[in-house]
C-alpha cells in the first residue's frame, strides 16, 4: 500500500484511555488501543456524523454514540444498522513512543 507514515499520537496520550480523536493530514481518525494493538479508522459515523472515538469500545467494537451503529475498528467494517457503510481504516505503527499511522497518497 502507498502512503506516507504520519505521527497521529503519542502512547502517553493512551494513560487511562482506549479511544482518542485526532486530525492527521486534514483526517479526522479514531485511534483505539486493544489489548496490546492500536488501531485507526475514520472517526466519523457514515451513518449520523457522530465522532466514533466519544463512543463505547467493547472488545474490538465501538459503538457510535448517536444511533448505536457498531463498527470492527480493525477493519472500519460496519456491523449492521443503522450503520450501512464501512468507515476507512488504515495501518498503525509504532515507532519508540509514537504512533503512526499509514495515510494514502492524495489522488491527482
Known amino acids: 500500500m502507498a502512503g506516507t507514515w504520519a505521527k497521529a499520537a503519542a502512547l502517553a496520550d ?3 484511555h482506549d479511544t482518542l480523536a485526532v486530525t492527521v ?6 485511534l483505539f488501543h ?3 494493538q492500536f488501531f485507526a479508522i475514520d472517526n466519523i459515523c457514515t451513518h449520523g ?3 466514533l472515538s466519544e463512543g463505547v469500545l467493547e472488545d474490538e467494537v465501538i459503538e457510535c454514540p448517536l444511533h448505536a451503529g457498531l463498527f470492527d475498528v480493525r477493519t472500519g467494517r460496519a456491523l449492521g444498522a443503522p ?6 481504516s488504515y495501518p498503525v505503527r509504532i515507532d519508540g513512543e509514537a504512533i503512526m499511522v ?4 492524495a489522488a491527482d
Not at 83 to 88: E, Y
Open 14 to 16: 493512551f494513560a487511562g
Open 25 to 30: 493530514a486534514g483526517r479526522k481518525l479514531g
Open 34 to 36: 486493544v489489548g496490546d
Open 49 to 51: 456524523q457522530a465522532m
Open 83 to 88: 450503520a450501512l457503510r464501512d468507515v476507512a
Open 102 to 105: 499509514l495515510l494514502p497518497e
